[in-house]
């Protein structure tokens, strides 16, 4: 067998061996849900997420030590035919596009960024992804008309294969009947020949709940629906809701949740099948929802490609107060931010790039409880020079000179090499859009950003994190109007913290003196002290104090701390309130 051959089916094995671990985690998913294993699911989360650094580093490993893989002997023909063997062996694969990216990052590990052309990566992705053959099918469906419109629900709810009952069966396809009658009485009410519903072959899996997603179809209209389900703990379960519309379904998907575990053979069609019901939510953001979050970073880095050579605005600072850690930039016309950490921190900032660094991957492992925005890593990025703006190359290069370089391509042309970056969805700053709010007199528009905050703080301290530093300019309004988290570099777990009252002066010299007159540990926190920085307008404290004045007091989050302590794991529901169903 020649070598090229050989390297190619090394590479494909090495892939193999990912997707199966992958699914192995991802399968686990039903039992942690059945027996309430909240501890272990959180644990199989980041654990998964961990696998894919593992087995590349297996694969280039092996690489280095069997073949010359020295970039100063690089054999072009050698890896030009090494791509088109593996090319070959994708061609009856169900998981061709995420063997692709597996082979770029085996090849970007092993070599510098002048030999990433699409001669010897997958720049563009080589083959299709439609009608991918599997046992498993993407979707079943259920016609009403067939049977009648309660034993197509009740098929539905009882489509899964989990081994634990309905709590109330009845109950719950009675309470969904409803809810789907009472979202559609204004529209189209009779059904058509091809009225179904169609539904995903597999339970999406996370935190406490399994939920059911799919679509129904009348004519010409569809509407897409999630159904979360839910343990009881008392070994059975339950509708907790029904989510109906665009807008309920992609805020399950947004990039602020953790992970979904989704068991299924081919994962591009049931990313396919979710595009369908959410056209907003882009492939990567799909792709990253399920876990596969390296093909999400594949295909943003295509997607980002394309409009750039389709766009010819600059790149250009961010809009609102510029951080102490990062530099942040943007380009107006793609809905992102790239964020780069500075080489040095003013003060009184004390903290490393490898303690930043740490702080990202935290996040990327944690549950973000749909409160944190989640971040694509990138590593040695080309961008064309001449999109830079003058202003954000004399940043760039009087904070990040270490992070940076101004090379040519093979055309000659001048590209700015960022030797590492982070980029995530752009969002508004909360404290400009209160400001907007506060100049425009929407008082009703601050009561509910405000309302947003301290429900993000709180679901935040649930899942054990604490933000550190909670100025507005820190949280983000995504386009459905909820504010998200989105500075790390003081974040830590809610345990680790010492919360603590003020203590009273014992006399008028220690009440004005300059110093305080109690002792402060390094990792104390005086909740009480956050209303000197948070509610200077009276606007922002009339509505805090109304939704939020627990945050000021320290047995708040003593209480919170004892809560995770005892393996108290709170409900954080990704829905709001009012779609949740009775129980009754």
Request: with cysteine.
């Amino acid at each position: 067998m020649n070598l090229s051959r050989t390297i190619a089916k090394k590479i494909l094995k090495g892939f193999n061996k990912h997707f199966r671990i992958f699914t192995e985690i991802t399968a686990g998913a039903q039992a942690r849900f059945e027996t309430c294993d909240w501890k272990a699911d959180r644990l199989a989360s980041r654990h998964r997420i961990e696998f894919y650094d593992s087995r590349v580093k297996e694969t280039v490993k092996y690489l280095k030590e069997n073949f010359d893989t020295r970039p100063e002997t690089f054999d072009q023909d050698c890896w030009k035919k090494v791509k088109g063997h593996f090319i070959l062996l994708l061609q009856n694969h169900q998981q061709p596009e995420l063997a692709e990216t597996f082979f770029n990052s085996v090849f970007c590990r092993i070599f510098p960024i002048e030999f990433y052309t699409n001669l010897n990566i997958f720049l563009r992705s080589s083959v299709a992804t439609e009608y991918i053959d599997s046992e498993v099918p993407t979707y079943e469906a259920y016609y009403p008309a067939n049977t009648s419109f309660y034993k197509a629900i009740k098929l539905i709810l009882n489509h899964s294969t989990l081994s634990i009952p309905f709590e109330n069966c009845h109950r719950d396809c009675r309470h969904m009947a409803k809810s789907i009658c009472k979202y559609m009485k204004h529209g189209k009410r009779d059904a058509d020949l091809n009225f179904q519903f169609q539904v995903i072959n597999a339970l999406f899996y996370r935190n406490k709940a399994a939920y059911i997603v799919g679509k129904a179809i009348n004519g010409h209209n569809e509407y897409p629906f999630a159904i979360p389900l839910l343990n009881n703990e008392k070994g059975g379960i339950y509708t907790d809701a029904l989510l109906i519309g665009e807008d309920s379904v992609s805020r399950l998907f947004s990039f602020s949740y953790a992970y979904f575990m989704v068991e299924h053979p081919v994962p591009s069609a049931i990313v396919s099948f979710l595009q369908k019901l959410m056209p907003q939510r882009k492939k990567e953001a799909l792709y990253s929802s399920i876990g596969l979050h390296k093909q999400g970073k594949t295909d943003f880095y295509r997607g980002f490609l394309h409009h750039l050579d389709y766009s010819d605005d600059d790149l250009i600072l961010a809009p609102g107060i510029p951080g102490m850690v990062m530099s942040v930039f943007t380009l107006a016309s793609y809905p992102y931010v790239f964020k780069l950490i500075r080489d040095h921190f003013a003060p009184p900032k004390e903290i490393t790039r490898q303690q930043v660094e740490e702080k990202y991957q935290l996040v990327k492992q944690h549950d973000r409880v749909g409160r944190m925005a989640d971040t694509l890593e990138f590593s040695e990025v080309l961008l064309p020079l001449n999109r830079f703006t003058e202003d954000l190359l004399k940043d760039l290069e009087s904070t990040c000179k270490s992070s940076i370089r101004i090379v040519e391509d093979r055309n000659g042309v001048k590209q700015l090499n960022i030797k590492h970056m982070y980029i995530e969805r752009r969002m508004q700053p909360l404290n400009m859009a209160l400001e907007e709010a506060e100049r425009k007199g929407r008082l009703d528009e601050i009561d509910t950003l405000i309302l947003s905050f301290g429900d993000a703080i709180k679901e935040l301290c649930a899942a054990n994190i604490f933000p550190g530093d909670l100025l507005y300019k820190n949280f983000g309004v995504t386009r459905l109007r909820r504010v998200v988290f989105y500075d790390y570099d003081e974040i830590v777990y809610l345990t680790d913290c010492n919360f603590r009252k003020i203590p009273a002066p014992r006399n008028p010299q220690e009440l004005m003196a300059a110093e305080p007159w109690y002792s402060v540990g390094p990792d104390d926190v005086f909740p009480e002290e956050f209303a000197r920085f948070l509610l200077g307008n009276d606007h922002i404290k009339a509505a805090f104090m109304k939704y939020h004045a627990d945050l000021l007091d320290a047995n708040f989050w003593i209480q919170k701390q004892e809560n995770i302590k005892n393996g108290i794991f709170e409900d954080v529901f990704p829905y709001p309130q009012k779609f949740r169903l009775k129980r009754d």
